[in-house]
C-alpha cells in the first residue's frame, strides 16, 4: 500500500488540537501530522517488543502525552481499533489501528 496523505485534518491531543496534514507510510508502519510548525508522530514503533503491525495498520500509544489519542482518531474516522495490548515494563496500553483515510 502506497503512503497516503489527508490534508487540512485537526487532531485533538486533549491537552491542544493541532491542525496540518496527516501522512500515512506503511512500509514504515508510519503516522505523523505535519504542521507549519513541524511534525507530531502519532504511530510508535513497538519492535522492541518483537510487534510489528499489519499492513495498512500503526501502533498508538495510549500513555503519556498520547492519552486518549486513539479513542479521539478513531471517533474523527481516521482510525479504526483492531487490538489493544499492553507493552513495556508498566505494561502500558498500545493500540494497533487500521488507517482509514
Known sequence: ??????????VDFGSI????????DDEQRSLVLVTNEGSEPISV??????LIPMPGNVFIKDWSEHTGLTARLAAAGLVRIVR???V????????EVEVTF
Do not use: C, E, I, W
Not at 500500500?1 to 485537526?10: E, I, L, N, S
Not at 488540537?17 to 500515512?24: C, I, M, R, S
Open 84 to 86: 489493544n495490548m499492553a
Open 45 to 50: 514503533s513497538l519492535q522492541a517488543y518483537g
Open 17 to 24: 488540537a493541532l491542525t496540518g496534514t496527516l501522512d500515512h
Open 1 to 10: 500500500m502506497p503512503a497516503t496523505t489527508k490534508h487540512d485534518v485537526t
Open 88 to 95: 513495556g515494563p508498566f505494561r502500558s496500553t498500545a493500540f
